[in-house]
């Protein structure tokens, strides 16, 4: 990853310039409540659907603030990222509203349907192999051959700000929360969200959500320093970080309560209560708050939470497939 | 059906008192929009997503501002209906919220997860067979004896009323529409929906969408009289009406520009668009109206078009057989 040049301080105020430029651009997203698993769970939950934002994840919210402020001439060189498949699509899309274009990594076996929505929105695609090539490298090496600007998934601070406009929103409308839960992969939601959300609510508990087999942010969080796993075989193809960001690690040291990790069967489970009583769609890894919230449920009981739904892209095929008869594993 | 005793005039005042009565008790539901939907189809698409309504689907407004409308003697001794699933969980649940109980005849082959849900709010079901009993005969022996009072599904002013809140709904937010596109079973959605929308855009074109196997609408507004077509066999089985409603028919004889009519593959190709690209949940009936509009894109194109999406209560179940690889035809 490129180096940071100069440290500055991050916070709210990052996140109210951001919301400014998000305004007219992204989806000001629905907050959707459901008696019946308010009932399930004991507690009063309020869902920021961001399956619902454009690109169908939050990430757009992020890579729009971050490509919105370049230079011209950055812009006129065009962008560059690396990404699974979110990140990818919410680039292709702000740099051509933004009048730029954008050149992107993905690993080869990032789902289809992400990487066709990438190209859909005007995106170049570059393939790599996940598990043995250095994505980070790579993109190094592309923005420095042909002059692109890296807009890194998670750290950079108005990739942050951006994603916090999300928590923003939230609490804005919602008023008073006592826990907010946020699925973590570089960690740049919930240290945007985090900063976002405690500068209404000082307060405010905020959890993470992580897959058990990619749990890097929870590990590095009780180790108290960044450590790296192998790249996770999970559902949760938008939570295979192998380690917490540079920028959001220390950000998230001070802001994250706790981590919650949950299993891919976990994951599923969460994925039929939101589709059969909240009627959306909401990808393996924008379950896994909700997941977490109800793998530990007593641990929520009576509160009023926040739950971000992070992203809803998932193809009816796999859907078919988690939804359909259960297979022997083989 | 229990004949009406008195006739009166049906119009955009009683979509206002029902509005009144279900601020704060129903969702104001978000008003969806998907740039690749409208490249895709030429349109500019407002979709009001009634699947995120409470109880899943458009008919708790109508269900709750006719019990709603009830004297206190009729409250205290019940409510009965008849249906197939989305107007019985609406009554059941509003039943619940205005201290009433419901009594709900449903066909035997309704979706599992609506007779589940309508007891899941309390309401008590009783079972028919829906391609030899008389439900209407049913229903009339039932508040006969119970001395329950029948909110019909649609054949009923207030319920019409409700269901219109949808659309009431939908062009203030967006302001001015060209065209709106809504589901037609009984007939009572586009009835209150037309009333409503006409009240501020008096030249809004109204289209009904019905499935091809449940035409009855199609062909009683064709031939100027209400006719009856056997029990609909239609994935769309919120959509088997047999005949338009005796109170809506009239109705819609003078609001209804034209009605279009879907097959069973029309509504799967619209339900999967709208999952993946709106990332929504619908039910084949709640698809119907997207589903008109796709198969006859040239007609809407360049428009202004407002699509009720009605309900979105299909079970992961039935999403990964529909979503599934194709079976052979038996």
Known sequence: ????????????????????????????????????LDAATGASIFFKAECLQRT?????????????ALTEDERARGVCAFSSGNHAQAVALAARLLGTTATVLMPEDAPAGKRSATEG?????????????????LADDLAERDGLTLVAAFDNFDVMAGQGTAALELVQ????????????????????SGVAARSLLPRVELIGAEPQEGNDTALSLNLGERVRVTVPRTIADALQAETPGRLTF???????????????DDIVAAMRLLFER???????????????????????????????????????????????????DS
Request: glycine letters at 12%; aromatic letters at 6%; hydrophobic letters at 45%.
């Open 1 to 36: 990853m490129r180096p940071e040049t100069s440290a500055r301080a991050f916070g709210s105020a990052d996140v109210q310039v951001a919301a400014g430029r998000l305004k007219g651009n992204a989806h000001r997203t629905p907050v959707l409540r459901s008696s019946a």
């Open 56 to 68: 169908g994840s939050f990430k757009f919210r992020g890579a729009f603030n971050a490509i919105a």
């Open 121 to 137: 929105y005007g995106g170049r695609v570059i393939g790599f192999d996940r598990y043995t090539q250095d994505r980070m490298a």
């Open 173 to 192: 409308e919602v008023g008073t929360l006592d826990t907010l839960v946020v699925p973590v992969s570089g960690g740049g939601l919930i240290a945007g």
């Open 250 to 264: 220390p950000l998230n040291q001070a802001l994250v309560d706790a981590v919650l990790t949950v299993s891919d």
């Open 278 to 328: 909240l009627k959306i769609v909401v990808e393996p890894s924008g379950a896994a708050a909700f997941a977490a919230l109800v793998m530990n449920a007593a641990r929520f009981a009576g509160k009023r939470v926040g739950v971000i739904l992070s992203g809803g892209n998932v193809s009816t095929d796999q859907l078919a497939l988690l939804f359909g008869p259960r297979q022997e």
